[in-house]
């Protein structure tokens, strides 16, 4: 079954139609890349299905169940995340705190039906800070405050708090945007890595070609809100809809 399926998704802000009619599909475990020109409507898209917009028309499914227009935090609970900019990070807190203040909120909702379980609840965001913070590699650096971490690694900080609700499903916008070379092929290794280690399904938007061709799965290309093509990155590479709408004659 299709971990996410968004049906007829459509966004308008005023006379903009900033996602049109989106129908797209997601299985489970994949690589799905989306692509498009600046302002095709890509960040729209994932705010719709995290619930921090709400559609105008059309409905989003995840693990079956419909979850059109819930709030962010219930949306997070049944186990869809967003890795944020550098804003979800606290940078006078540690490393540590930070993921461990994001694994706390994600079991609140928890608390309130099962706070006689208290305690198991503290040892199990304590493993889930554990486990996150060692799949994007800060164990080490944990005690750090965050504001001190280099660039790179506060990307990879950013990862780890959205790893903390446990998401079976990950959106990242241009997780190596404004990455040095290393960096980038850092990020790349590491969705590989936490796809494997997490059996996380992942949605990205990415402008570096490079990046979506070593670990895609699939390419949706939108323009102007619309899906324009939804293939493979061979295929998508090869049709000639795309090179005309989107890459202008660049060469992949
Ligand atoms: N809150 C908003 N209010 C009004 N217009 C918006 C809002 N958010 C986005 N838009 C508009 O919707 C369109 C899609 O924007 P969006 O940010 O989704 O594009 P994008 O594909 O993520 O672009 P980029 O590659 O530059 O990040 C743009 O024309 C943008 O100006
Ligand atoms: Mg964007």
Redesign the pocket.
């Known amino acids: 079954m299709a971990i996410l399926e968004t049906d007829g998704l459509t966004?308008r802000?005023?006379g903009?139609t900033?996602?049109d009619d989106v129908n797209l599909t997601v299985e489970q475990r994949e690589t799905r890349a989306i692509i498009?020109?600046?302002?095709?409507?890509?960040?729209?898209?994932?705010?719709l299905v995290t619930g921090l917009?709400e559609p105008s028309e059309g409905a989003v499914r995840f693990d079956g169940n419909d979850i059109t227009g819930q709030e962010p935090h219930e949306i997070t609970q049944q186990g869809v995340s967003k890795s944020f900019q550098t804003a979800s990070i606290f940078p006078d807190m540690t490393v540590q705190e930070n993921v461990r203040l994001a694994a706390i909120a994600a079991e609140r909702g928890s608390f309130r039906f099962d706070f006689l379980k208290r305690r198991d609840r503290f040892d199990v965001v304590d493993d889930v800070t554990e486990e996150m913070l060692r799949a994007v590699d800060l164990w080490a650096d944990r005690g750090v405050e965050a504001t001190s971490l280099p660039y790179g690694d506060k990307r990879r900080l950013e990862i780890a708090i959205a790893l903390a609700s446990e998401p079976d499903l990950l959106f990242m916008?241009?997780p190596t945007a404004g990455m040095s070379p290393e960096e980038t092929n850092a990020t790349v290794d590491l969705i590989e890595q936490l796809q494997e280690d997490l059996g996380l399904t992942i949605v990205l938007?990415e402008?570096d070609m490079e990046v979506i061709f070593r670990i895609a799965d699939r390419i949706a290309v939108?323009n102007r809100?619309a899906i324009i093509a939804d293939a493979t990155p061979q295929e998508v590479q090869d049709d000639p809809d795309v090179q005309e709408a989107y890459l202008g004659g660049v060469e992949l």
């Open positions: 966004k802000f005023g903009l900033a996602v498009g020109p600046n302002g095709a409507g890509k960040s729209t898209f994932i705010n917009l916008d241009e938007v402008h939108l809100g």
